[in-house]
Nanobody
Framework: VQLQACGGGLVQAGGSLRLSCATS????????MGWFRQAPGKEREFVAA????????YYADPVKGRFTISRDNAKNPVYLQMNSLKPEDTGVYYC?????????????????WGQGTQVTVSS
């Protein structure tokens, strides 16, 4: 299984970016796709997750109301629309996939990881 994340970049505070993550190699029928981020000197943290059906989504408190995770169907990429970006959103964003249905907020629940895409928000 390969995950390809893209869409990162440099944006001013208050701006928007949309990340996408495409999967190849297998079709998932259960579990979640998630986004995590890691800032320099900090641990990787959960950002958002969506079920493969697209019906269930979870968000970390710092991004609620600003970020939206979505997908059209199981064959399409997963998107992370990020609005009202803040400097503290800066970091490398990773997409991940799991067939597990429990603990979608925990990074160790995920079996497959993309390479990461850099998001930098300037003040």
């Amino acid at each position: 299984v390969q995950l390809q994340a893209c869409g990162g970049g440099l944006v001013q505070a208050g701006g928007s970016l949309r990340l996408s993550c495409a999967t190849s190699g297998r079709t998932f029928s259960s579990g979640f796709m998630g986004w995590f981020r890691q800032a320099p000197g900090k641990e990787r943290e959960f950002v958002a997750a969506i079920s493969w059906s697209g019906h269930i989504a979870y968000y970390a408190d710092p991004v609620k109301g600003r970020f939206t995770i979505s997908r059209d169907n199981a064959k399409n990429p997963v998107y992370l629309q990020m609005n009202s970006l803040k400097p503290e959103d800066t970091g490398v964003y990773y997409c991940a996939a799991t067939t597990r249905v429990e603990a979608p907020r925990l990074h160790y629940a995920y079996d497959y990881w993309g390479q990461g895409t850099q998001v930098t928000v300037s003040s």
